[in-house]
Structures are given as structure tokens and as C-alpha cells.
């Protein structure tokens, strides 16, 4: 039987700091270098949009997470490779020519990534108490937009301060290898769904993620994953649309970097914290209303520049709230058992809503404006918010569906 021991949810966050960093070093100062080196944004954002690859497909490869090595070892794995993908993006010159050596770089370092994901979310499932997987969830995505900040502005600014590109890659790659030590301050959980057969393990890891999904609780975090509900799709656009607020050039990259980061990580830290202490599908759907709400005042709010500071940095916090919302749903809904495996699955399907809604929010901004877009994303989120309560009213309890709980291999 597995036994619980006491570990303080901020270690998530130094641990998935790596995570956060790979996307921000490489969406912002490398974007910066070669943007200031001439190359068009068509190409820039064909790199970025290539290294989101593997985190659509890492469910894919998530049960080798879950059937061989321990979490710690895929940890180090990960943050090493990851660390030396940070590293070579300083290295090969960030221009025209570079840009298919860093497109492959970026591709295999993100893959890299995803591995450090599955092992703290792993490490999470296993070590986390039901009454505190809000916390987890919320020290957990804290880490993800803090990294993201941290690999963006810090990494930029280094880039723009030092000689050489590969000084401001080595200090953020290094500063990544450095997470590695909070491995020390956490156990190894002792799992039973591995096999001495690689096939049987597979199997078993299979059997766990069907008993999950058929029970009241991983359906209703399944739909819950393809409803455009706390997307925070509009944060996207902030810098697109930030001319409708007369906002300057400083201004947008002060909120919508470092700053945009750091009041959602709070508002990750905060949200995970009233999971614990509410009916996490209670909280979900009001932080869901929230962010619709916020939406509908920046809409209807005057064109000037401290608006823009005020409402963009509030969308943040709401984000945070939804983002942490999520994952204490998702993490009570999954258990343990193939941890990896399940998670990575739900996080994978909840990208797709997010995908959908930047779009329609940018069609929506070039029929009818920035107040259109803005509308449009709180009302679609009202409608899937009103299908979300009605699921919820139909799949009623677990014994009118018929369905059963998910067998825990603890």
C-alpha cells in the first residue's frame, strides 16, 4: 500500500520550472535574435509552431514514461537534454541560414521537455493527498507560467546585455540543471502497475487509462477538456490587438511578458488553494465566468493605456485561476497508476479548444473589432460553460450512469 509523505507543493514548481523556460527562451529571445538578424516573422513562427508539436502528440510516448526507469531518472533525462537544446540555441547563429539546425534543435529539445512534464506530473499524482491536489495543481502551473517568464524576459535581457549569444543560453540552460537538486526533497513512489514484461506493462497502463476515462469522474474531465471554458485563448493576441489601447511598444512587452507571468502564476497559486477548499467543479466553472466576465469589461471599458494594463493583467490572474482549476480537476479525476500516461492525455485534448478559440477569436477581431473578439470569446465560453453544467446534470451520480470508479493501483 502505498504511504504518503509530506512534500510541499512549491517543490512542483522548481521542478517544472524547466518546462516553462524551454517554451519562454525560445517563443521570446530567440524570436528576438532572429527577428533583430532580418528574418521574416513567417519563418519565426513556423519554429515556434514546431516546437508545440511534441506536446500535442507526447501522450503518444507518455506510457514509456510510465513503464520503464523511475520519475527521477526521466526527470535528469529530460532536464539534461533540455538544458543542452537551451544551450544550442545560443550556439547555432540565430539568422536565416541557422534556422533548420534550431528548427531540429527545437524539436528534439521540446520532446525532451515533455518527459520533464510526465515525470513531475507523475511525481505529483503519486505524492499528493486528495485534499491538497488544488495546491499541487497550483504550485504546478505557477512553475509553468513562472519558467515561461523567466526563459522569456530573463533570457531576452541576458541576450541583449552579453557579448554572445551562447552566455545568455548557458546561464538559462544551466540555471534549468540546477532544478535537478529538488529531486533530493521528494521520494520515489513505489507503483504496481509494471510488469516484468514491457507488453503486459503496456497493457496494464492501457486497462488503467480505460477505467479512468469510463468512470463519472475522468468522462466528465475528458469533455471537460474539449469545452472552450477558461482557455485564456485572448492572452494570445494581447500584443496583436494592443494598438485598439493606444498601448506603446514598452508597455506591451512589460505586461504581456514578465509581468503577464507572474500575476498568473499567482493567480495559479491562489486558485489551486480555493480547489482545496471548494467543489473543484463548483470552482472551475466560476473561474470559467470570471475570465468571461473580465472579457465583457475590457470590451465595454475606454481605449487607453492603463486599461489595457489593467485588464490584461487581470485576464492573467483569471487565467492562472483556470489553469490550476484544471489541473486539481484533472488530478483527482486520474489518481494514480499510469499517472503520465493520463495526464498527458488530458492535457493534450485540452490544447485543442485553446487552438480553436485563437482563431475564431482572431476572425472575430477582423469582422467586428477588438470589442467583437472580445464578446465573442466570453460568449462562446458561456455556451460551453451552459453544455458543461448540463453533462454535468446528465451524467448525474455514479450509480444512475452505471459507471465506476477507477480502480487505484496504490
Not at 511534441?54 to 526527470?75: C, E, G, N, Q
Not at 533525462?77 to 527545437?106: D, K, M, N, Q, R
Not at 480537476?329 to 485563437?358: C, D, H, Q, W
Amino acid at each position: 500500500m502505498f504511504v504518503h509523505r509530506s512534500v510541499h507543493p512549491f517543490i512542483y514548481l522548481i521542478l517544472i520550472l524547466p518546462f516553462g523556460v524551454m517554451g519562454g527562451y525560445l517563443s521570446v529571445a530567440v524570436a528576438w535574435q532572429l527577428r533583430a538578424a532580418g528574418v521574416p516573422v513567417a519563418e519565426v513562427a513556423a519554429l515556434i509552431a514546431l516546437s508545440y508539436i511534441p506536446h500535442m502528440w507526447k501522450f503518444v510516448w507518455a506510457p514509456i514514461a510510465d513503464t520503464t526507469l523511475s520519475r527521477k531518472a526521466w526527470y535528469v533525462i529530460g532536464c539534461v537534454l533540455s538544458a543542452l537544446g537551451i544551450f544550442a540555441f545560443g550556439v547555432y547563429p540565430a539568422t536565416s541560414s541557422g534556422i533548420g539546425v534550431l528548427s531540429v534543435v527545437a524539436l528534439i529539445a521540446n520532446f525532451a521537455a515533455t518527459f520533464v512534464g510526465m515525470s513531475v506530473e507523475s511525481l505529483m499524482a503519486y505524492q499528493t493527498p486528495d485534499a491538497e491536489k488544488g495546491r499541487a495543481g497550483g504550485w504546478f502551473q505557477a512553475g509553468n507560467f513562472g519558467g515561461h517568464g523567466i526563459g522569456g524576459g530573463l533570457g531576452l535581457w541576458l541576450a541583449q546585455t552579453l557579448n554572445e549569444n551562447w552566455m545568455s543560453s548557458a546561464i538559462i540552460g544551466g540555471a534549468c540543471l540546477l532544478c535537478c537538486l529538488a529531486l533530493l526533497f521528494i521520494a520515489e513512489p513505489v507503483v504496481t502497475h509494471r510488469s516484468t514484461s514491457i507488453l503486459r506493462s503496456l497493457k496494464d497502463v492501457g486497462l488503467d487509462v480505460w477505467q479512468t476515462a469510463r468512470a463519472r469522474m475522468g468522462a466528465i474531465a475528458l469533455f471537460l477538456c474539449f469545452m472552450p471554458i477558461g482557455s485564456g485563448a485572448a492572452s494570445g493576441l494581447w500584443s496583436s490587438v494592443s494598438a485598439d489601447w493606444h498601448a506603446s511598444a514598452n508597455t506591451v512587452a512589460l505586461v504581456t511578458g514578465v509581468l503577464n507571468g507572474l500575476v498568473a502564476a499567482a493567480g495559479c497559486v491562489v486558485g489551486g488553494w480555493v480547489c482545496d477548499r471548494l467543489d473543484r467543479t463548483t470552482v472551475y466553472v466560476m473561474y470559467g465566468v470570471l475570465q468571461g466576465l473580465c472579457a465583457v469589461l475590457m470590451a465595454v471599458s475606454s481605449r487607453t493605456e492603463s486599461m489595457y494594463v489593467v485588464f490584461t493583467l487581470l485576464y492573467a490572474y483569471i487565467t492562472g485561476l483556470t489553469y490550476a482549476g484544471f489541473s486539481a480537476f484533472v488530478l483527482e479525476a486520474m489518481g494514480r497508476g499510469a499517472a503520465a500516461t493520463k495526464y498527458n492525455l488530458f492535457a493534450s485534448l485540452s490544447n485543442m479548444p485553446i487552438a480553436a478559440m485563437t482563431a475564431i477569436n482572431g476572425w472575430a477581431y477582423g469582422v467586428w473589432g477588438a470589442s467583437g473578439m472580445l464578446f465573442t470569446e466570453a460568449s462562446v465560453a458561456l455556451a460551453g460553460l451552459l453544455v458543461f453544467l448540463v453533462v454535468i446534470r446528465v451524467f448525474g451520480n455514479e450509480r444512475q450512469t452505471g459507471l465506476s470508479a477507477p480502480a487505484r493501483m496504490d
